[in-house]
């Protein structure tokens, strides 16, 4: 069955960075893009980014557009995301979801993982 | 960017009534549209896709209608498990914004 598991999230400093990872199991993890949501606590979802399924393009919400940055290593089967420069307003539970079409990028996002907390703070 | 306007932001039931519950675009996005489905502490779930289509294990009393600017999603005979957080979202281009959410409180 298909499995997305994220991990990397904690308690950072503004300003620092921090490396999120999603592993992927149970499906053809080269054939689906793959995106990256948050939720701030008690709010609502917020898309951050996406990559193809070949990795050939990436797309950021403007709010971390220069500041974040997404990958994905296929011989690993796992999704990343580079987050620098962290503000107070980036802490959030970070999901990574799988799109619902293969080789497509803009169908649904049809499996999510748990999510991590990242906090940024003093 | 298109804007998701969802309303209402929050509505009360009681089990076995319809809820419907609209998602306004501030630009056309065709059928690019979908519903989720989130409890507190869980991820979301992908309800319907495309604007109408049923997400594959989800039941029948979920459906989905409009095009365009105009979406609705309806909760036929609503269920104890149905109370939860909605949003919709479009996809038809960056950014994939979601809506505000409606939470579906029990009356």
């Known amino acids: 069955q298909v499995q997305l598991v994220e991990s990397g999230g904690g308690v950072v400093q503004p300003g620092r960075s921090l490396r999120l990872s999603c592993a992927a199991s149970?499906?053809?993890?080269?054939?689906?893009?793959m995106h990256w949501v948050r939720q701030a606590p008690g709010k609502g979802l917020e898309w951050v980014a996406l990559?193809?399924?070949?990795?050939?393009?990436?797309y950021y919400a403007d709010s971390v557009e220069g500041r974040f940055t997404i990958s994905r290593d296929s011989s690993k089967n796992t999704l990343y995301l580079q987050m620098d420069s962290l503000r107070a307003e980036d802490t959030a539970v970070y999901y990574c979801?799988?799109?619902?079409?293969?080789?497509?990028?803009?169908?649904?996002?049809?499996?999510w993982g748990l999510g991590t907390l990242v906090t940024v703070s003093s | 960017d298109s804007q998701m306007t969802q309303s209402p932001s929050s509505l009360s039931a009681s089990v076995g009534d319809r809820v419907t519950i609209t998602c306004r675009t501030s630009?056309?996005?065709?059928?690019?549209l979908n519903w989720y489905q989130q409890k507190p502490g869980k991820a979301p779930k992908l309800l319907i896709y495309?604007?109408?289509s049923l997400e594959s294990g989800v039941p029948s009393r979920f459906s989905g209608s409009g095009s365009g600017t105009d979406f609705t999603l309806t909760i036929n005979s609503l269920q104890p498990e149905d109370f939860a957080t909605y949003y919709c979202?479009?996809?038809?281009?960056?950014?994939?914004?979601f809506g505000g959410g409606t939470k579906v409180e029990i009356k």
């Open positions: 990559i193809w399924y070949d990795g050939s393009n990436k």
């Open positions: 979202q479009q996809t038809f281009s960056t950014p994939f914004t």
């Open positions: 495309a604007a109408s």
């Open positions: 630009q056309t996005i065709t059928t690019y």
């Open positions: 149970g499906f053809t993890f080269s054939r689906h893009g």
């Open positions: 979801a799988r799109e619902h079409k293969d080789f497509i990028a803009t169908s649904a996002f049809d499996y």
